[in-house]
C-alpha cells in the first residue's frame, strides 16, 4: 500500500507538499566575499523543514559545475554565480517572485 503524507493526507506519490512549500518561499541570493579573496554565492532563506535543501544543493552544484556546501541552514557555492542560480531555482519549482537577488 501508498503511504499517505500527514500534511496533505494524499497518497505519497501525488502529495503536493513540497511543490506548494517551493511557492512560499523568501529566498535571498547574495556573493559574499572569504578568505583569499574568493567569491561565494549564498541563498538563504529555504525552510528545511518543508524542502530538502541537500537536494537543491546538489542539484545546483551539478548544473553549475561548482563545489558547494550546506550550513547554518543556508546554501554556499563557490564563484559567482548570482544570476545563474536564480535561473535554476525558477526552473526547479520556486517561485520567480519570492527570490530577491
Do not use: W
Not at 496533505?8 to 518561499?25: D, N, T, Y
Amino acid at each position: 500500500m501508498n503511504e499517505i503524507c500527514p500534511r496533505c493526507g494524499l497518497p505519497k506519490p501525488i502529495c503536493v507538499c513540497e511543490s506548494i512549500a517551493k511557492e512560499s518561499q523568501q529566498i535571498k541570493v547574495y556573493l559574499e566575499n572569504k578568505k583569499f579573496g574568493k567569491t561565494c554565492t549564498i541563498i538563504e532563506g529555504l525552510n528545511q523543514k518543508e524542502i530538502d535543501i541537500k537536494e537543491v544543493a546538489k542539484s545546483l552544484k551539478s548544473k553549475l559545475a561548482c563545489g558547494g556546501t550546506v550550513k547554518d541552514g543556508k546554501i554556499e557555492l563557490q564563484g559567482a554565480h548570482k544570476g545563474k542560480v536564480k535561473r535554476h531555482l525558477i526552473d526547479m519549482g520556486f517561485s520567480p517572485g519570492t527570490i530577491a537577488t
